[in-house]
Nanobody, 122 residues
Framework: VQLQACGGGLVQAGGSLRLSCAASERTFSSNYMGWFRQAPGKERAFVASLRWRGSPTYYANSVRGRFTISRDNAKNTVYLQMNNLKPEDTAVYYC????????????????WGQGTQFTVSS
């Protein structure tokens, strides 16, 4: 498995959760690593990403200031720390690795994880 996301579950609004995405060494060396999410009835949307050096980081406006993306190169793992969670954060979260130079995760060799679900209760 090239990307393995985990950390989903059920959390109350205002709470915190951390998602992890373990990658194969080759996949982890991609230019960009990122998180996307797909809420019920909606298209998959960008959440956050970062360069292989760990910076810069990019965030969707809806999560900026609440979510933090980071990576641990020793563990080939990317994290998404989510704080002050809201019911609208409920979704299936996917991690992805983009080997391209643009970082839009539309490169033909972009790798997607299987997704992890979590629900924020109000």
């Amino acid at each position: 498995v090239q990307l393995q996301a985990c950390g989903g579950g059920l959390v109350q609004a205002g709470g915190s959760l951390r998602l992890s995405c373990a990658a194969s060494e080759r996949t982890f060396s991609s230019n960009y690593m990122g998180w996307f999410r797909q809420a019920p009835g909606k298209e998959r949307a960008f959440v956050a990403s970062l360069r292989w050096r760990g910076s810069p980081t990019y965030y969707a406006n809806s999560v900026r200031g609440r979510f933090t993306i980071s990576r641990d190169n020793a563990k080939n793992t990317v994290y998404l720390q989510m704080n002050n969670l809201k019911p609208e954060d409920t979704a299936v979260y996917y991690c992805a690795a983009d080997p391209g130079t643009v970082g839009d995760f539309r490169h033909e060799d972009t790798t997607w994880g299987q997704g992890t679900q979590f629900t924020v209760s109000s």
